[in-house]
Nanobody, 115 residues
Framework: QVQLVESGGGLVQAGGSLRLSCAAS????????MGWYRQAPGNQRELVAIVSSGGSTNYADSVKGRFTISRDNTKNTVYLQMNSLKPEDTAVYYC?????????WGQGTQVTVSS
């Protein structure tokens, strides 16, 4: 089993920055891909950014150049540095981890960007 706990969400003005963290715990030796998704009211959950166990990254077009995903395998933690935030980035952000073909999700953290 893998448990994920996100932190770092909050309220920020447009143009500001936030850093999200997601710590994984449980009985495992390693994780495959880890990533961030978000869901705004009335919208489907969408991919924001993902990083493989080897460090390869992929981003949604809407966040390229503004967000950076990284991971620390020694701490089983994935981060999302969000810069130049826009009101349309407002959503609940969820952490996801994959292990042996199974996906695990965190409880979500709210990010609100005011204009």
């Amino acid at each position: 089993q893998v448990q994920l706990v996100e932190s770092g969400g909050g309220l920020v003005q447009a143009g500001g920055s936030l850093r999200l963290s997601c710590a994984a715990s449980g009985s495992f030796s390693s994780l495959n891909a880890m990533g961030w998704y978000r869901q705004a009211p009335g919208n489907q959950r969408e991919l924001v950014a993902i990083v493989s166990s080897g460090g390869s990254t992929n981003y949604a077009d809407s966040v390229k150049g503004r967000f950076t995903i990284s991971r620390d395998n020694t701490k089983n933690t994935v981060y999302l540095q969000m810069n130049s935030l826009k009101p349309e980035d407002t959503a609940v952000y969820y952490c996801k981890a994959v292990r042996i073909g199974r996906s695990y999700w965190g409880q979500g953290t709210q990010v609100t960007v005011s204009s």
